[in-house]
């Protein structure tokens, strides 16, 4: 990767990075209304798993055609054939999504109560009734998120990632302004409408920009390009059933917790506002020209862009996870203890948080190495890669729940996210000889050290800020805010200190005179 276009990638991610952090911020205020309206009682168990059940279903399947398959292709088109030959293969390839995933709505539809016996054993009658009513409002999101998700595709390839980014803002205000006005009316069946409405949203808005671009959708059912997506998307896809597959398998497990379901749930969504901003920001940007120096096969480059990348990602993930650890309780307490929310939910909530918070690297890892086999078109390690997470996610959760509950089922996803990590730096090693070295694995090991310092720090820090305010919205906030300063303060300073190279060099990219390796 070229020095200009560096800089350019790093003041893009930190724009997606903004934009997608208003989304997640969004979401954030949107599940807090659901916890004030509902907490974790049988309607938001039904609603969250209602939610989940056509969500998991869409990324098992389709996702990884949209994200994995089609992004290569297009811009493998792009670079040598142009974009209108570009543009005729996205018509096929909308059209393809688009009858598939209306085809699965209605199967979804049709099929609510058996679905919910499968993938939510635990619920009693009538959580189970509730949860299989809003299944059949719900299930179209697969194919308004099938469109969406493919019009990013062609965004993001022609080098535009800010609408995209503001997607999840526009679908989030629309749900949240349904709970100011009108979930006291219609209640959590309004809500299932809403979200409907919502993701429709999300189509609408990239019209214009594609619009910009010179782009128009032309209806096709054949293209030669769609037999190279496909073939692809095979062994994409059970690579890419890897997080719902077992996010879909905890949920089955903690439907047998009074309330776990749903804060199984809510943890969720604050791991991955905390990790999902970042790294999907990051993954995001990089992908589309790792997919232009595969077609270019330009080996060098595509090495020079995963090692500086997995670089920096690592040196700023690593904090995030031990201090989401540490700050657990008092951040679920802060954003959701109010209104029918109670200790109780705090407590099941905060304990998921935690051990989820220890998947953050293999996450981060997993999701950048992925990306990089993937831009080459070769799924094949990334699918052995998720077959071992999910069978090892399994045995983890049917392991761990007895004796740990949620907390089990928090820490069998951390350790199935750690080992396609693994698998998958190893191969990458393989791919690009010099990728990684033996300074870089000293590198790493500083990182945790002046993480682990950082969660001290952090913990007593918050335990003496505790005991000296007021448990009022305020008084929370600082329980949250001042660890969290002293720790970035505490782990920016120890990394200099121990000369960890990748703060030097972030430091210099945020003066806008330094270079990534």
Not at 298 to 327: C, K, N
Not at 378 to 402: M, Q, R
Not at 405 to 416: I, N, P
């Amino acid at each position: 990767m070229q020095e200009e276009q560096k800089k350019k990638n790093i003041r893009t991610v930190g724009v997606m990075m903004v934009l997608t952090l208003l989304g997640k911020v969004l979401g954030l205020v949107r599940d807090m209304l659901l916890g004030r309206n509902f907490a974790t009682g049988m309607e938001a168990d039904a609603f969250m798993a209602a939610s989940r059940i056509p969500r998991n279903f869409f990324d098992a399947i389709f996702a990884s055609a949209i994200s994995a398959s089609f992004i290569p292709v297009f811009n493998e088109y792009l670079e040598k054939k142009g974009k209108d030959e570009a543009f005729r293969l996205s018509g096929a390839f909308i059209t393809l999504m688009a009858l598939l995933t209306a085809a699965l709505s209605a199967l979804g539809m049709a099929f609510a109560e058996p679905l919910t016996e499968l993938l939510a054993k635990g619920f009693d009658a009538s959580t189970a009734a509730l949860c299989a009513s809003l299944l059949r409002v719900l299930f179209p999101t697969v194919l308004f998120t099938g469109l969406a998700f493919s019009l990013v595709g062609i965004l993001q390839s022609l080098g535009e990632f800010n609408i995209p980014a503001l997607l999840s803002t526009v679908s989030n205000a629309v749900i949240i302004i349904y709970y100011v006005f009108l979930v006291r009316r219609f209640g959590v069946m309004g809500l299932a409408a809403a979200f409907l409405v919502g993701w429709c949203a999300q189509i609408l808005i990239q019209l214009p920009a594609l619009r910009r671009f010179g782009y128009s959708y032309r209806p096709a059912i054949k293209h030669e390009g769609l037999h190279k997506i496909m073939l692809l998307a095979g062994p994409v896809l059970v690579s890419t059933w890897v997080q719902p597959l077992n996010l879909t398998v905890a949920t089955r497990y903690a439907s047998f917790t009074p309330g776990g379901a749903s804060a199984l749930e809510y943890a969720n969504t604050l791991y991955t506002i905390v990790a999902g901003v970042f790294v999907l920001s990051i993954a995001n940007v990089v992908f589309p020209e790792l997919s232009r120096c595969a077609a270019r096969e330009d080996d060098a480059a595509m090495s020079e862009s995963v090692a500086g990348t997995l670089g920096m990602m690592l040196f700023l993930l690593t904090p995030m996870a031990a201090g989401l650890a540490v700050l657990s309780r008092p951040i679920v307490r802060l954003l959701y203890e109010w209104g029918a929310w109670d200790g109780a939910s705090t407590e099941l909530a905060s304990g998921a948080l935690a051990w989820l918070s220890l998947g953050m690297l293999g996450y981060g890892v997993q999701i950048i190495l992925s990306r990089a086999f993937y831009a080459e078109q070769k799924g094949t390690v990334p699918l052995i890669a998720g077959a071992a997470s999910v069978l090892a996610n399994l045995a983890l959760c049917a392991l761990l729940y007895p004796t740990m509950g949620l907390r089990g089922l928090a820490l069998a996803s951390s350790a199935s996210l750690a080992l396609p990590a693994l698998v998958l730096l190893f191969a990458a090693m393989k791919r690009y000889p010099g990728l990684l070295k033996a300074s870089d694995a000293v590198e790493f090991v500083k990182m945790i050290i002046c993480a682990a310092v950082m969660g001290a720090v952090v913990y007593f820090a918050q335990g003496a800020v505790a005991a000296r305010v007021s448990d009022a919205l305020a008084g929370r906030a600082v329980t949250v805010l001042v660890p969290t300063a002293a720790g970035i303060a505490v782990y920016f300073a120890l990394a200099r200190i121990c000369r960890v190279n990748t703060a030097a060099q972030l430091l210099k990219l945020l003066r806008g005179r330094g270079k990534t390796t």
